[in-house]
């Protein structure tokens, strides 16, 4: 069966320090990778999407930046955090089903606090 | 772009009551998920909906995919007190990406 894990857990970060969130997928190949995150714990905010090594596609202008360097290794960073950064991130996975039905499974989630 | 409304945000309801939430989109869907998320958790699938007009249910749970394409909802019988807290619908048209509602919110009072 597939799992996703992500770390860590919590992080507390003073503004201006780097970051870097892992996703990691297990038991599936070449899945669609997927980073939200989630405000006040309401409402979902895509960030970033990947259907490959290498690829990424952003949804929102932002101070972050997402890398794919392995098929089931997915990295959200950022050189600056802000204020703003802070934030619940979910990670999620797919593969896309029969008429392209993606149905997208998601990860524990970071809770990240910019101090 | 692909817009979702749900409704209610929020509900407030006494335990063994029954619950109905739904989603309606703005274009045509092809897929209707339903997830629920615990406080500090990531969201967990419940059911996914693939064809028009499908009546799924798991366990209390029971979700439809509305025949115009444009609506879901979902229902919980006999509610109990770990039925707490986000229900998100997520909708798909065609090659489009997940589009996801803005939760409903649910509290039980037991």
């Known amino acids: 069966s597939q799992t996703i894990h992500q770390w860590p857990a919590t992080l507390v970060q003073p503004v201006g320090s780097p970051l870097s969130l892992e996703c990691t997928v297990e038991g599936t190949s070449n899945p669609n990778l997927y980073w939200y995150r989630q405000a006040a714990g309401r409402g979902l905010q895509l960030l970033f999407y990947s259907v490959g090594i290498g690829q990424i596609s952003s949804e929102v202008p932002q101070n972050l930046s997402a890398s794919r360097p392995q098929d089931r290794q997915f990295i959200l960073s950022s050189k600056k955090l802000l204020l703003s950064d802070s934030g619940f991130y979910l990670c999620?996975?797919?593969?896309?089903?029969?008429?392209?039905?993606?149905?997208?499974?998601f990860g524990p989630g970071t809770r990240l606090t910019v101090l | 772009g692909q817009q979702l409304n749900q409704s209610p945000q929020s509900m407030f309801i006494q335990e063994g009551e029954d619950v109905s939430m739904n989603c309606t989109s703005s274009s045509i869907f092809n897929t209707w998920l339903w997830y629920k998320q615990d406080p500090g958790e990531g969201p967990v699938l419940l059911i996914a909906l693939y064809k028009a007009g499908e009546l799924t249910s798991n366990g209390r749970l029971t979700a439809q995919f509305g025949i115009t394409r444009k609506d879901s909802f979902l229902n919980i019988s006999a509610s109990i007190p770990s039925d707490v807290g986000i229900y998100f619908c997520?909708?798909?048209?065609?090659?489009?990406?997940?589009?996801f509602g803005q939760g409903t919110r649910l509290t039980i009072n037991p």
């Open positions: 999620a996975w797919s593969v896309l089903g029969l008429a392209g039905a993606d149905t997208q499974y």
């Open positions: 997520a909708g798909q048209g065609g090659a489009q990406k997940l589009v």
